[in-house]
């Protein structure tokens, strides 16, 4: 393997695996149907639904897992089968009439499945953005000059004139705002109008995404996106089984299972009626509580029975559900906080920087009036005939005080003057720089053909003009797991068999497996890796315990995994690829390992499995 991870050695050699009579397959066998089939674990939170690989090949004597005909018929663990067992509060449940929407619906209607992500409305955009924006201090600071620039004893600009610098920072960060936001309800059109199949009268009809109501029966086909959370009722494989990918909702990749009710299995869905008491909508995207009451018989569920909104259906053909959680009660929405209000570390910065030069230019201020509180006090009367002090009025025959506040309001009047004078030490013309500057940035960045993607036809795309500056500037990476920062491709390299290390592969060429015809059709891996030579030659033609025990290796291998075989299209009709998909990349890889030395696993379905040694089709249970 490519990473840091135990090699799987057999504890001793197991005899030659060979299939059982009754398992072989008829010739000529029958195409291979790609079908989905019940995981053989319990959940994705459980570690021991399955003994290791290793334990597996320790404990069989012929190196493959077959199930026990006792347990063919119950296959999913009891969390899977039976879901959740609490039993919840009629005043803390949401009762969904299945097929019944008015029924459902009333008296209290529940929201409709359009979603909202924008950060503003045509009402609320000018007082919500102004708050925003006056969240940097230096703003609140220009605000304050902006504001002392109206007092008529200090003014040094005209009201207008001290106002236009600050109206204009402020305008060019709102028009910014606004055309995001205005991106961000454009995409929110989009997905409201998406189609999605409904039972309507009988049939599946096309219904746009917001006007779906809980309590619907959905019909999504393979690679759609599910438009709710939704109850599975029934899927295309007689068991129930359905693989989903969450990656728009994780980030995970792999492929995950979810079931449907052996009892709702067969139900028609014209003819599907039924009650479901759930919980109320919560965040937990990795829990679901809820029953479910179908012909006066009462089924708990579980979180392997609800799929949700944003999930994709992969390697089903069709699931139908039912509609239990819309709009802004879907989990995603939930999880949903909404457009933050994003600062640089340069914007953090410079607010620390304005406080402190704000503080700087009080105290400057506050000597300047303090010394000026002093002259006044100690020149009171020589103030009479001063020119900008004058108290006394001797133009006319009325001689009362004019233009004199007193000394105090004289001290108040000098503190805010210097205000005025120095406010040059944090210039608006900076901030004015700084957005203009930002805009320059997402133009020349949306522009650079160097960050053009070919492959998707798609430019380099500027989502948030406030964080330009942060781009590049990582200081601490935090990983949870190998496949954040990498790939995540695994890559099987050598193993060590019965004491004996093939390692040969690591440095030799990649090999070919020949390929596998089954009804004319011939089936290839879609990865071919580096093989070990003396390896491949000791499976194929080596007698004696050494071979059977490299045999029971590369057979467990191919048999004791989750991954499922999807046959993959090529531009020759007569020739199909096979991708193995599966909830485990170490699982991938290992089942690549045996398709390349000559272990195939061609089919999986919910009872069993064929695998394809050396042209040998050998069906297990």
């Not at 059982?20 to 053989?40: G, Y």
């Not at 029934?234 to 449907?260: C, F, H």
């Not at 002259?375 to 009325?398: C, F, I, Q, T, V």
Request: aromatic share 8%; net charge neutral.
């Amino acid at each position: 393997m490519a990473s840091n991870r135990p090699l799987l050695i057999p504890s001793s050699p197991p005899a030659q695996p060979t299939a059982p009579e009754d398992a072989k397959l008829p010739d000529p066998i029958p195409s291979p149907i790609l079908r989905s089939f019940p995981s053989q674990r319990r959940s994705m939170s459980s570690r021991d639904a399955l003994p290791s690989l290793a334990e597996l090949m320790s404990s069989s004597k012929r190196g493959f897992f077959v199930e026990n005909s006792d347990r063919k018929n119950s296959r999913r663990s009891n969390s899977e089968r039976l879901g959740s067992q609490k039993e919840i509060a009629d005043e803390e449940a949401r009762f969904i009439y299945i097929n019944d929407v008015s029924r459902t619906n009333g008296p209290v209607k529940f929201p409709n499945n359009s979603i909202r992500t924008t950060k503003y409305s045509i009402l609320t955009f000018l007082p919500r953005n102004l708050f925003e924006q006056f969240h940097r201090v230096a703003y609140v600071y220009f605000l304050v000059l902006a504001a002392l620039n109206q007092v008529p004893q200090l003014g040094v600009f005209s009201p207008v004139a001290s106002v236009l610098p600050l109206a204009f920072v402020l305008g060019v960060t709102a028009v910014k705002d606004a055309y995001e936001d205005w991106r961000r309800h454009q995409s929110d059109s989009t997905e409201n109008s998406r189609g999605a199949a409904v039972l309507i009268d009988g049939e599946f009809k096309h219904k746009r995404w917001k006007d779906i109501q809980v309590g619907e029966l959905i019909r999504v086909t393979a690679n759609e996106t599910l438009p709710c959370d939704m109850v599975l009722l029934a899927t295309s494989d007689p068991t129930g089984v359905a693989y989903i990918q969450t990656i728009n909702l994780d980030g995970e990749s792999n492929l995950k299972t979810r079931y449907a009710k052996q009892e709702t299995l067969s139900i028609p869905p014209q003819s599907m009626s039924g009650l479901i008491k759930c919980e109320k909508p919560n965040r937990n995207i990795y829990g679901f509580q809820a029953s479910i009451e179908v012909d006066r018989k009462r089924f708990s569920l579980g979180p392997s029975n609800i799929v949700l909104r944003g999930c994709e259906i992969k390697n089903t053909r069709w699931v139908i559900g039912v509609a239990v959680y819309t709009g802004k009660d879907t989990k995603v929405m939930l999880n949903n906080s909404g457009a933050p209000s994003k600062r640089s570390r340069l914007e953090a910065h410079m607010n620390r920087e304005t406080i402190l030069l704000a503080i700087a230019l009080a105290l400057l201020c506050s000597i300047v009036s303090l010394l000026a509180g002093l002259w006044l006090h100690r020149h009171r009367n020589a103030l009479d005939e001063m020119p900008y002090y004058r108290k006394k009025d001797y133009s006319g025959p009325d001689k009362d005080n004019y233009k004199w506040y007193g000394e105090g309001l004289g001290v108040v009047f000098s503190f805010m003057s210097s205000v005025i004078l120095f406010q040059i030490m944090i210039p608006i013309s900076l901030y004015i720089s700084m957005e203009l500057v930002r805009l320059g940035q997402a133009f020349f960045m949306v522009q650079d053909k160097g960050m053009f993607d070919e492959r998707t036809n798609s430019r380099f795309q500027c989502r948030a003009l406030n964080i330009n500056e942060d781009l590049g500037q990582i200081k601490y990476v935090f990983s949870d797991k190998t496949g954040t920062l990498t790939e995540n491709k695994m890559e099987f390299k050598c193993a060590s068999v019965c004491g004996t290390d093939y390692s040969n592969g690591i440095d030799g060429d990649v090999i070919e497996r020949p390929p596998v015809t089954v009804d004319g059709v011939t089936l290839r891996p879609k990865t071919n890796i580096k093989v070990d030579p003396e390896l491949q030659s000791l499976l194929r033609d080596g007698v004696g315990r050494k071979a059977d025990g490299a045999r029971d290796f590369f057979l467990a291998l191919a048999t004791c995994n989750t991954i499922v075989p999807i046959l993959v299209d090529t531009p020759e009709q007569e020739m199909k690829l096979i991708d193995y998909q599966g909830e485990s990349p170490d699982e991938q890889a290992l089942v690549y390992a045996a398709a390349a030395y000559g272990f195939m696993l061609i089919e999986r379905t919910s009872g069993h499995i064929i695998i394809d040694v050396f042209g040998d089709k050998q069906r297990y249970s």
